[in-house]
């Protein structure tokens, strides 16, 4: 079975603190994603990636940036933590789109992690 | 852009009954993946169901089975025999089937929480 391990299942910051969310998965996927659940707005894309050192923004890329230094290791990082960016944040991963066999390809979920910025 | 609709924000359905979820989507495009994922409360998104846009047949897997119309924009899941383990918030989510890049991503439903009565 594929497993998405994120960091930390809660995490409590402060305004303005730099904040560093680790997601790693064991199945050699080449894209990973950063997600945030909101009641109500269900998950919004952040950013995703779909290689090594390759990020594309997703649908709410402000106050994040990402890091993908390794295949199976993929950050998100708040610069600079606001309370707006209290939320569950998700990281998953699947293999490349592909036309045929891995066309149908889900994407893979870690457990979460729920931040709060006080 | 693609968009995806659940207009069901909770629902309710008694312990081996039948309920049905359902979820509209707006899109241009004619190739396509459509998926249910569920997160129980332990948060872990769990894909229940695919279904691929140009298989006419609609996709099933044990209790789980879904009413896709294509022409209409529909994606229902229906499930059987429902049982206390089914509690969860239910996610439909949109693939766009070019490959590559940005159309790996999911465009998610604002979710379903579906309780089940004893």
């Known amino acids: 079975d594929v497993k998405v391990t994120q960091s930390s299942r809660y995490l409590v910051k402060r305004t303005g603190e730099k904040v560093f969310l680790e997601c790693v998965q064991d199945?050699?996927?080449?894209?990973m994603f950063w997600y945030r659940q909101d009641p109500g707005l269900g998950l919004r894309l952040i950013y995703f990636?779909?290689?090594?050192?390759?990020?594309e923004k997703g649908d709410i890329p402000e106050g994040y940036s990402v890091s993908r230094e390794k295949k199976e290791r993929f950050s998100l990082i708040l610069e600079s933590a606001s309370t707006n960016q209290t939320s569950m944040y998700l990281c998953?991963?699947?293999?490349?789109?592909?036309?045929?066999?891995?066309?149908?390809?889900?994407?893979?979920f870690g457990d979460g992690t729920r931040l709060s910025i006080l | 852009a693609q968009t995806v609709t659940q207009s069901q924000p909770e629902m309710s359905v008694q312990e081996a009954e039948t309920v049905t979820l359902s979820c509209t989507y707006d899109t241009s495009e004619s190739d396509y993946y459509l998926f249910w994922y569920k997160q129980p409360p332990s948060r872990q998104m769990i894909l229940v169901i695919r279904?691929?846009?140009?298989?006419?047949q609609n996709a099933t897997e044990n209790r789980f089975s879904v009413n896709f119309q294509k022409a209409a924009k529909s994606f229902s899941l229906k499930i059987s025999d429902s049982q206390l383990g089914d509690a969860a918030m239910y996610f439909c989510?949109?693939?766009?089937?070019?490959?590559?890049?940005?159309?790996?991503?999911?465009?998610f439903g604002t979710g379903t929480l579906l309780a089940v009565q004893p």
């Open positions: 199945m050699d996927h080449e894209n």
């Open positions: 990636s779909y290689d090594v050192k390759m990020k």
């Open positions: 998953a991963s699947s293999l490349f789109g592909r036309a045929g066999l891995y066309s149908n390809q889900p994407q893979h």
């Open positions: 989510a949109y693939r766009g089937g070019n490959y590559g890049g940005a159309t790996n991503k999911l465009i």
């Open positions: 279904q691929e846009a140009y298989k006419q």
